[in-house]
């Protein structure tokens, strides 16, 4: 059941529209924040692999969240055309796409971190995505529980729900803003910062949304959120620059 303001004659579904509209404007704004800042990838045949990588690390990541957390539906679905296209997460993109890129670095001998130049366009895409989830409406789990407050909105089925879709969107503006306008310490720190921003985001969001949580009280996507944030915790702490020790007292 789609958001009632979508209207009935579009041919094409929202998300399939607006995941178009994601990828190309996402890719476009990267191109012009290439052009206008030092690449510290400055090789471009380098950096159209490390895009590759993240392309296909971030749709194996995707879907292969979601069959985790739902495999009977998810394998079902596959046999279909438009089961290929839904059922996939954000979550599992970046974590899938992170760890892709990380291999294909090591693959490719790239030892500078490669991943500051990727966080406005990817906070552009998935807000342009996240339109494609609000206009769904209840179709593809990502709205809201119900909710008595003022911010509840009908998706779909008459309910007032909690819009998390565009709670969402108005974080990334956010942290587009934000980390955008930031020069970090050292390299690659703007990344990790919007990574774990956003995977907090998550942890905290996604029990707004209705599914099942048998992981001790959290979702797959949850877990999921928490385990990135170890590891971006754990590597963190280990590549921070330690200060030099002083002379013995």
């Given amino acids: 059941m789609l958001h009632p303001a979508w209207p009935e004659w579009m041919p094409l579904h929202p998300h399939l529209l607006f995941e178009l509209l994601a990828f190309t404007i996402g890719f476009q704004v990267f191109r012009i924040l290439r052009r206008a800042t030092k690449d510290p990838v400055p090789e471009l045949l380098t950096r159209i692999w490390l895009i590759a990588a993240a392309a296909a690390g971030g749709a194996l990541g995707a879907k292969g969240l979601v069959l985790f957390a739902d495999p009977w539906t998810t394998w079902g679905s596959l046999e279909q055309v438009a089961g290929l296209l839904s059922g996939r997460t954000i979550v599992g993109a970046l974590l899938g796409g992170w760890l892709a890129v990380e ?27 996240r339109v494609g989830c609000f206009l769904s409406g ?24 909690h819009p998390t879709a565009l709670y969402e969107i ?30 907090l985001w998550r942890l905290v969001i996604d029990g707004w949304k209705p599914g099942p949580a048998p992981y001790g009280g959290l979702t797959a996507i949850q877990l999921a959120c928490l385990l990135g944030l170890v590891v971006l915790l754990v590597t963190g702490l280990r590549s921070a620059p330690r200060a030099p020790s002083g002379p013995p007292a």
């Fill in 170 to 199: 108005g974080v990334l503006a956010v942290l587009a803003v934000v980390l955008g306008r930031w020069t970090p310490p050292t390299q690659g720190l703007r990344f990790r910062v919007f990574l774990g921003a956003y995977l």
């Fill in 138 to 161: 209840v179709s593809d789990g990502t709205h809201g529980l119900p909710t008595a407050l003022p911010v509840g909105m009908d998706l779909g089925d008459g309910v007032p729900r």
């Fill in 103 to 129: 291999l294909a670095k090591v693959w490719l001998r790239v030892r500078v971190s490669t991943g500051d130049l990727y966080v406005v366009p990817l906070c552009v895409g998935m807000a342009l995505g």
